[in-house]
């Protein structure tokens, strides 16, 4: 039998069967010798011991996997920020985006509570965030708005759900899938930040083939496990730049004759995106060589 795997805890995997329903699973010892461990979005054969338990004999090949958190073969990332309260820590969602580009994981972005905050505000977030490679949506778990749109994106996917704590994203999962009954985190009101509610990352079946998956809250992400020449391949908005700067290699920092800072400077590059790149570019020239 083929499934999937849709949580991992203590030792024991649950394996969603399409129309079989979910088998309490133990990985087999060869998986120990070859140093495999199954993930939470693995594909896996299994041979049936009971009604609902039995063994993964084997982890069918990875389209991808993410360390943090550790999942395997997702095809989208649904990030959700708050428009407001708390407003969107913008360095932390572009390394949140360099991390997905990285791995060549689409993004849907949502801005979530849009009921919260005036027209002018939403537009602000359009106008950083509409080139730089995302499909973008603003929503409202609260008022139910645009749910069937974010629906319909993930219809088919295998999508992962990230986001930092206080930013609506359990209240989302509730609204995409009532089954999933996330447990709602209460807002400090003291610190406007969430507490951490989710402790382990599960999928939950959206229909046979569609599944999201909620991940432990973060509140913060160093993207620092490649060298800063790479940086610039993961802000989109800056390819079409590619090649139009004086100097070969050029890495758009302190270079003359760079065309992606005239292009921030003409506005056709957001300049909060490009404050995001200068101060990762620096964080990675100076992280320490071990």
Avoid: W
């Avoid at 969603?16 to 990985?27: R, T």
């Avoid at 992962?160 to 509730?174: C, E, F, R």
Wanted: charged share 30%; aromatic share 8%; proline share 5%.
């Amino acid at each position: 039998m083929q499934g999937k795997i849709v949580k991992g805890i203590a030792g024991f995997y649950y394996v969603h069967v399409v129309e079989s329903g979910v088998y309490e699973c133990k990985a087999k010892g060869i998986f120990r010798k070859e140093r495999l461990k199954p993930l939470v979005g693995d594909d896996v054969e299994i041979e049936r011991l009971s009604e609902d338990e039995g063994n993964i004999t084997k982890i069918l090949p990875r389209k991808n996997e993410l360390i943090r958190p550790a999942v395997a073969n997702i095809d989208q990332a649904l990030v959700v920020f708050a428009a407001a309260k708390p407003d969107p820590h913008f360095n932390l969602l572009d390394r949140f985006l360099v991390m997905m580009e990285r791995k060549e994981i689409p993004v849907i972005l949502c801005f979530n509570k849009e009921d919260i905050v005036s027209a002018e505000e939403l537009q602000k977030l359009k106008n950083i965030y509409s080139d730089c490679g995302c499909s973008l949506v603003f929503a409202s778990a609260r008022e139910a708005t645009n749910i069937q749109q974010i629906k319909n994106l993930l219809k088919g996917k295998t999508t992962v759900i990230a986001g930092p704590s206080g930013v609506g994203k359990s209240s989302l999962i509730n609204l995409l899938q009532p089954e999933a009954k996330m447990e709602t985190g209460s807002i400090s009101k003291k610190i406007e930040r969430g507490k951490h509610t989710t402790r382990h990352s599960e999928l939950f079946p959206l229909d046979e083939n569609s599944y999201i998956m909620d991940t432990p809250g973060f509140s913060s992400l160093y993207v620092n496990d490649f060298e800063k020449e790479e940086l610039k391949y993961y802000f989109p908005e800056f390819e079409p730049y590619e090649g139009s700067c004086k100097f070969n290699g050029c890495d758009h920092i302190h270079e003359p004759g760079c065309a992606v800072k005239a292009a921030v400077e003409q506005g056709r590059i957001h300049p909060v995106r490009y404050e995001n790149y200068t101060e990762m570019y620096e964080e990675l020239k100076n992280k320490r060589r071990y």
